[in-house]
């Protein structure tokens, strides 16, 4: 079974400072892991995701997260917000040992807000 | 390019009507994917697609049919719509299998009375 945690409903922060998206998993084997953005009334876009290597891993817009297996997270983060950022974020997850069946399980979201 | 669309954006149904939620892409896109987003709940998988003229169930596919007679279309359809049906449906699609990315369309947003 797979399972993710996103522990915060909402992030406040200021903009031009940093910011922290928390997300913790559960798998039985390995993981996949993935960070999608969605903008109000928009679909989910693709911001970035691990498979092996490098524990950070940068991706689009600026944001870089970082695998941590042994806490088992996938926190994602920016080192200067900008208004623009505001937006619900899902962490997302897949056990490499999924097979065929082709199933990615989503956070509840957070959102993220920036305050100019 | 498009990218991912979906019709309708809106609908409102009756307990008990039928209808059909069409997903178009125009990325040439083998894998195809169904979701369901409610509130505090994350994206749930409904059905989704391998290849033209193939389906295959998520996790909540009850009340929900599918098919893929074209390349490049997915449609969700239900026979008999209920409340608990309420949700907005997002439509993805995807080059290769999974980890690779999700293109996902802009959503329809169905309300069942």
């Known amino acids: 079974a797979q399972s993710v945690a996103q522990p915060e409903d909402q992030v406040n922060v200021a903009e031009g400072n940093p910011l922290t998206v928390k997300c913790t998993y559960s798998?039985?084997?390995?993981?996949?892991l993935f960070w999608y953005v969605q903008y109000p009334n928009r679909g989910l876009q693709f911001l970035l995701k691990?498979?092996?290597?490098?524990?950070l891993v940068k991706g689009s817009y600026g944001f870089e997260a970082e695998f941590n297996k042994s806490q088992t997270s996938f926190h994602l983060k920016k080192p200067s917000a900008l208004v623009s950022d505001s937006a619900l974020y899902f962490c997302?997850?897949?056990?490499?040992?999924?097979?065929?069946?082709?199933?990615?399980?989503f956070g509840t979201g957070t959102k993220l807000q920036v305050i100019p | 390019n498009a990218g991912v669309t979906q019709t309708p954006k809106f609908r409102v149904l009756k307990t008990g009507q039928s209808m059909t939620l069409l997903c178009a892409q125009d990325m040439n896109h083998e894998y195809m994917y169904w979701y369901r987003q409610d509130p505090g709940m994350g994206l749930r998988l409904i059905h989704y697609s391998v290849g033209e003229g193939t389906t295959a169930k998520g996790e909540v596919p009850d009340g929900y049919n599918v098919s893929r007679l074209k390349k490049q279309n997915f449609l969700l359809g239900l026979e008999s719509a209920a409340p608990s049906q309420t949700s907005v449906y997002f439509c993805?699609?995807?080059?290769?299998?999974?980890?690779?990315?999700?293109?996902f369309g802009p959503g329809t947003r169905l309300t069942v009375t």
């Open positions: 993805a699609s995807s080059l290769r299998p999974l980890p690779e990315e999700q293109y």
């Open positions: 798998v039985s084997g390995n993981p996949y």
């Open positions: 997302a997850v897949r056990d490499r040992e999924s097979g065929g069946y082709q199933k990615v399980t």
């Open positions: 691990y498979i092996t290597g490098d524990n």
